[in-house]
């Protein structure tokens, strides 16, 4: 178990919908990343907070948006939902915002499946 | 830009085997260098990591070293055994102030040990 906790396992929705995938890091870990595994793209980087503020945005669509809540647990927004967004969603945290130790933690994941 | 580059699965070999994954990497800086594993129907956990150039990363009996002259990073592991079935992913993460820790990842090899 990695301390790290992602809701929900699993979500089936239809195209054109909207998900909300949620987070919640390590104790004491300021850092959150959140990752997609598709079996043609692998694993891209999407986006990371740290302490609440955007701290660098990847391969990630005008579709999707996160934020990080005070308490640090952070919240990845799906919408308009497209069946190619089939994917594994993974959350990730760290203690840094980024360094050459920076040990990233993995969650369970979130399966999506839009029909 | 920044890649990752590991050898093709799958992998097949028998108990106690020798194990060998190849993993190279292209970075515009002096990256930190990862192995994760991903168990099936679970989350990626850190195996090893190297932070700079000759150390070697080791656990559970894996190994790999951190080689900047090749730019490479392969993973051995002298007897695998059958719950060494996963797949492994290789990545590399770069720190440049104030823009995050991402991780950029490889495309993966899944390991299957016969009995």
């Known amino acids: 178990d990695s301390g790290v906790t992602q809701t929900p396992k699993h979500l089936i929705t239809a195209t054109g919908q909207r998900v909300t995938l949620r987070c919640s890091p390590r104790?004491?870990?300021?850092?959150v990343y959140w990752y997609q595994q598709s079996l043609d793209q692998g694993l891209q980087f999407l986006i990371q907070y740290y302490n609440g503020e955007e701290r660098a945005k990847g391969n990630i669509l005008e579709r999707f948006s996160a934020q990080q809540f005070p308490d640090l647990h952070s919240e990845l927004n799906l919408s308009s939902l497209e069946l190619g967004d089939s994917a594994l969603y993974f959350c990730?945290?760290?203690?840094?915002?980024?360094?050459?130790?920076?040990?990233?933690?993995f969650g369970p994941g979130t399966r999506l499946t839009v029909l | 830009g920044d890649s990752v580059t590991q050898m093709e699965g799958p992998v097949t070999l028998s108990e106690e085997a020798c194990l060998t994954i190849n993993c190279t990497y292209t970075a515009t800086g002096y990256p930190s260098l990862f192995w994760y594993v991903q168990y099936p129907g679970e989350g990626l956990q850190l195996l090893l990591k190297a932070t700079k150039a000759d150390d070697k990363g080791s656990n559970k009996g894996f190994e790999a070293t951190y080689r900047k002259e090749t730019t490479s990073f392969h993973l051995e592991k002298g007897s695998v055994q059958v719950s060494d079935s996963a797949v492994y992913f290789c990545a590399l993460s770069l720190f440049f102030y104030n823009q995050g820790g991402k991780l950029i990842f490889g495309q993966g090899t899944e390991l299957s040990v016969k009995p």
């Open positions: 990730a945290s760290s203690v840094f915002e980024g360094s050459m130790y920076n040990e990233q933690f």
């Open positions: 104790s004491g870990d300021l850092s």
